[in-house]
């Protein structure tokens, strides 16, 4: 009967605003160059994936939950996640501490730099996280490698407080070249569903993730504790493993021009994959549309407004064709 009330999706972890700067040019050192348009944007896992959630389908309980600093930014972030219909009440303010932010330097038809300041969600951790408080079939804990607490104990202490209350977990992680993704290891086991990209994977296994590895590194990964599936995607795939259930889906082939940024199209997979998982679909059907997700995303210059609901999204993406499975 317990398992029966729980609803919804809890999103917790990183929460920010993204600073776009649009340049010209990149300075040398001990240049300048003019800022030539400003814009500013949720992002992080939390506003991403809530978001992306609440766009999909706006029935579903969304509920975000975070660390932000009593400042503009915070106001700025919350209010946006409540105007679209997102339980706000599990983000904590904290004093004395900024809303974490990245400074993103765009230049004009070109690359992007990131500058991040670790802010409030650095400070996020296990007794941010009102477990009596919140009721959820699903909890999405993510980025790891970049939240201080939820790096170094609280992100396993968070996944088996969840799984003692018969909550499904999920994680995300964000990508860099290090040997800090030793610190992951330890919540595998505490994970039901493990969502990441090749390189990802690739690090957390130490195997090299090029495409005829990838059932390898997913075998690995269930080795090490997952629970139910291992998702991984790359710009030309997106694979599955379940239950020794292995499964292969080609992305969309899209035509030239149609990208106008990747900001946010990892998080947009994520949702979907979520969403699939969450309604109870097929491993095929949670990688289309999950990849579907990703298409919208990468349609949009921001993280966010590219999605729209479940079935707007499957229709817009019957245009499109799919690369061959190999």
Request: glycine fraction near 10%; charge should be negative.
């Amino acid at each position: 009967m317990e398992e029966k009330q729980k609803k919804g999706i809890v999103v917790a972890g990183s929460v920010l605003v993204d600073k776009i700067n649009e340049i010209r040019a990149y300075p040398q050192s001990g240049e300048l160059t003019q800022i030539v348009h400003l814009e500013k944007a949720v992002g992080g896992c939390v506003p991403n994936v809530a978001l992306d959630l609440k766009k999909i389908c706006p029935d579903m309980e969304v509920k975000a939950i975070g660390k932000i600093g009593k400042d503009e930014e915070g106001v700025y972030v919350s209010g946006v996640l409540e105007q679209e219909g997102v339980d706000i009440s599990g983000l904590v303010l904290m004093e004395g501490e900024k809303t974490s932010f990245t400074e993103v330097m765009s230049v004009l038809n070109g690359q992007r730099t990131f500058f991040t300041y670790a802010g409030a969600s650095a400070d996020f951790g296990f007794e941010d996280v009102k477990f009596e408080q919140i009721h959820p079939k699903m909890l999405h804990l993510g980025y790891f490698l970049l939240l201080e607490k939820v790096d170094n104990g609280d992100g396993r202490r968070i996944l088996e407080e969840a799984k003692k209350r018969g909550i499904r977990t999920s994680i995300d992680l964000v990508s860099e070249n290090s040997d800090r993704y030793a610190l992951v290891l330890p919540c595998i086991p505490y994970t039901d569903y493990l969502i990441v990209n090749e390189i990802e994977a690739g690090k957390l296994t130490g195997i090299e993730p090029i495409d005829e590895n990838l059932e390898k590194i997913a075998h690995r990964l269930m080795d090490m504790g997952v629970k139910e599936k291992v998702i991984i995607h790359k710009p030309d795939r997106s694979v599955c493993l379940s239950k020794e259930q292995y499964t292969v889906v080609g992305s969309y082939i899209l035509p030239d021009g149609y990208i106008k940024g990747t900001t946010g199209a990892g998080d947009a997979f994520c949702a979907g994959s979520l969403f699939g998982i969450y309604q109870g679909w097929r491993d095929q059907e949670i990688l289309e549309f999950a990849s579907a997700c990703a298409v919208m995303a990468l349609g949009s210059a921001d993280a966010t407004s590219g999605l729209v609901k479940e079935q707007d999204v499957k229709a817009y993406c019957k245009k499109f064709y799919r690369r061959k499975e190999n």
